[in-house]
């Protein structure tokens, strides 16, 4: 029990240390260029809500469906190693699925960047 109360005394007390010297280190100079809405050191001409293009949208989809993809059939040659279950036919289906709607995205041109 001792130990328990001197290992959170310890961290309770490293990480009060911590947070004091990381508040009060860093030194803190704005000038124009750091308060400005861009720090790049452009000058803003327009509005700040210009139309955004929607395959910036569409391509950001896409690359979480196929990560998706990848994480549930990860698993997919311990599971087939297991019990006699149908992962190999539901990873088949899952698989073809995605190449499916690939393809069509792809017919449709939906993967073309250029107008």
Known sequence: MNL??????????????LITVGFWLPLNNPDTEKLSPYECGFDPLGS????????????AILFLLFDLEIALLLPTPWAS??????TLLWSTIILLLLT??????????????AE
């Open 4 to 17: 328990i109360m001197l290992m959170l005394l310890i961290t309770t007390s490293l990480s009060t240390l």
């Open 48 to 59: 700040a809500r210009l139309p955004f293009s929607i395959r910036f949208f569409l391509i």
């Open 81 to 86: 190693q297991m019990l006699p279950t149908n």
């Open 100 to 113: 499916v709607g690939l393809v069509y995205e792809w017919t449709q041109g939906g993967l073309e960047w």
